[in-house]
């Protein structure tokens, strides 16, 4: 027994030792193959790198004519190869696609410098703004101008307003008659605080749709009458005096008619005649122009915002007179025309040609 115990013990150290021993063989196996790696890593890296994406394109050659032949979706978009970008609106109550086309203004003022043939009113179309727009923002008193002027063009009807100290967006509003809101949505509005919309001394505001509402009468003009003995004599067959479209027709309250015209055209002599008035006053006619064709017959131009002749002047057919405008007892650009006979109002459409 003593001997068997023995060999017993001598066994169990000869394994351990020998499981020790191919344990540190092993582990410094191991540490030469990391400490290998580690050195040679750049270079296994990229090899493992180019291997892998040849293994992928060959995997796209192999298998994307499966997946384009498979994908409905795909398969939709090669029936048509030619696409354009364009921007498109649907029209619910048309039913039918149509491209956006931007109206935005100018985001300021334009300087415009009048050419020959303009008008204030053939300005303001050009530009798709009021008449009265381009009077406030040039402090006009009338609609004449002349080539060489050079006029503001706001970028929208209504009124371009430089803030003073203690405005604010509610009392700008209320100046000119429009919500707060009007000014708030104009995009080239800004703002030093637009949690507040609060506004900087000596900044631009503009009031889309403000209005100046005149304080008071328009400046009287002495009128001109001519007591003169009318030498010539026109020929009885009147033209139309000016363009535009008829929006009040002769009636027994109102024996003329009233020819409108946004434009502000020129005004001209419906037949040969003698200038006897030319007279501007704050009601009524306005500044109108009276010419007496010694025939017994007279004709009236009214609400005119300039005048080309005078008093006791002489004029031919299609001369020119003034220019249509919006004086006197008058809501919007128009020629109030009359034709006369013994001081008794004719109907022009009976005479006109």
Request: with cysteine; charged share 15%.
């Amino acid at each position: 027994m003593h001997d068997l115990r023995g060999f017993l013990f001598f066994i169990k150290n000869y394994l351990l030792h020998r499981v020790l021993g191919v344990g540190s063989g092993v582990e410094r196996f191991k540490d030469l193959i990391v400490a290998l790696l580690v050195i040679k890593r750049g270079k296994y890296s990229n090899s493992f790198l180019n291997t892998s994406f040849l293994l992928l394109v060959a995997a796209g050659f192999i298998g994307g004519p499966i997946i384009a032949e498979n994908n409905s979706f795909i398969n939709s978009l090669s029936q048509n190869n030619n696409y354009t970008a364009s921007v498109v609106s649907y029209n619910p109550y048309e039913n039918s696609l149509g491209t956006i086309i931007s109206n935005k203004p100018p985001s300021s003022v334009r300087d415009y410098s009048v050419a020959n043939g303009d008008t204030i009113g053939s300005i303001a179309q050009k530009f798709n703004i009021s008449i009265d727009t381009i009077k406030w923002a040039n402090n006009m008193k009338t609609d004449i101008i002349k080539p060489g002027d050079k006029l503001k063009i706001p970028p929208i009807t209504g009124i371009v307003h430089k803030v003073v100290f203690g405005e604010n967006i509610y009392s700008i509003a209320k100046k000119y008659k429009v919500d707060p809101q009007n000014i708030v949505n104009f995009p080239f509005n800004d703002f030093e605080d637009l949690s507040t919309f609060s506004l900087a001394t000596g900044q631009i505001v503009y009031v889309p749709d403000g209005v100046i509402e005149d304080e008071k009468a328009p400046p009287k003009v002495a009128p001109q009458f001519a007591q003169v003995n009318v030498g010539v004599k026109g020929s009885s067959n009147f033209i139309w005096p000016t363009t535009g479209t008829i929006t009040q027709y002769p009636i027994w309250y109102h024996m003329a008619l009233d020819i409108a015209n946004n434009a502000s055209p020129p005004v001209f002599a419906s037949d040969t005649g003698t200038v006897v008035s030319a007279y501007c006053m704050a009601y009524d006619y306005g500044c109108h122009i009276i010419i007496d064709h010694g025939n017994g017959y007279q004709t009236l131009y009214g609400h005119l915002s300039a005048f080309a002749v005078h008093a006791g002047q002489t004029v031919t057919q299609r001369q020119l007179l003034g220019t249509m405008g919006s004086t006197g007892r008058s809501t919007g650009t128009h020629l109030h025309f009359e034709i006369r006979s013994g001081g008794t109002l004719l109907n022009p459409l009976n005479f006109l040609k």
